[in-house]
T-cell receptor
Framework: AQKITQTQPGMFVQEKEAVTLDCTYD???????LFWYKQPSSGEMIFLIY??????QNATEGRYSLNFQKARKSANLVISASQLGDSAMYFC????????????FGTGTRLTIIP | DSGVTQTPKHLITATGQRVTLRCSPR?????VYWYQQSLDQGLQFLIH???????AKGNILERFSAQQFPDLHSELNLSSLELGDSALYFC?????????????FGAGSRLTVL
């Protein structure tokens, strides 16, 4: 079984500061993928970044980077130079191999950017 | 616009009724997933279809059923509705190769059961 743990229910960060959202995971699959999604107050789920378990380098997408530490089973999201529009719920998720392709989500972290 | 289309966006109905939620995946995507998001349960996987075939089933109630049609659109049927079925229902699709890894979500269908 796969499990995602997000221990920060809510975070407040000053605008333009960097923020790290924590995510740890557990799985018995030898190969898996890790994801972060953003859910603004409007409700849609927006894909941010993906990291494969065998990828050698940490994934980056613009201001988003994924700090992947396989031995610690952690996949933290780092947002650099935060903006007011970054205020949203953030979900960490993982996906296994063939036959286990569903996304398993964590409980989410509500990020609020303070002007 | 994510390319995944869900209808209706909002739906209000009464207990005991039946509703159908519709999803059109992104062009070329063969996989369709359904998720339920409620305040107390979070994001729960319901079911996954690949090219018309059921691939995996999650926490889907017996009162719920789904199918994927030959044109790849999918429908989620919810029957004998209860107050606890009130939730945001998401459809997501994924493609082939590396595209198979990333699920693209629709805007969701918000169901309110009164």
């Amino acid at each position: 079984a796969q499990k995602i743990t997000q221990t920060q229910p809510g975070m407040f960060v000053q605008e333009k500061e960097a923020v790290t959202l924590d995510c740890t995971y557990d799985t018995s699959d030898p190969s898996y993928g890790l994801f972060w999604y953003k859910q603004p107050s409007s409700g849609e789920m927006i894909f941010l970044i993906y990291q494969g378990s065998y990828d050698q380098q940490n994934a980056t997408e613009g201001r988003y980077s994924l700090n992947f530490q396989k031995a610690r089973k952690s996949a933290n999201l780092v947002i650099s130079a935060s903006q007011l529009g970054d205020s949203a719920m953030y979900f960490c998720a993982m996906k296994g191999n063939f036959g286990n392709e569903k996304l398993t989500f964590g409980t989410g972290t509500r990020l609020t950017i303070i002007p | 616009d994510s390319g995944v289309t869900q209808t209706p966006k909002h739906l209000i109905t009464a207990t005991g009724q039946r509703v159908t939620l519709r999803c059109s995946p992104r062009s070329g995507d063969l996989s369709v997933y359904w998720y339920q998001q409620s305040l107390d349960q979070g994001l729960q996987f319901l079911i996954h279809y690949y090219n018309g075939e059921e691939r995996a089933k999650g926490n889907i109630l017996e009162r719920f059923s789904a199918q994927q049609f030959p044109d790849l659109h999918s429908e989620l049927n919810l029957s004998s509705l209860e107050l606890g079925d009130s939730a945001l229902y998401f459809c997501a699709s994924s493609g082939r190769g590396r595209g198979a890894n990333v699920l693209t979500f629709g805007a969701g269908s918000r169901l309110t059961v009164l």
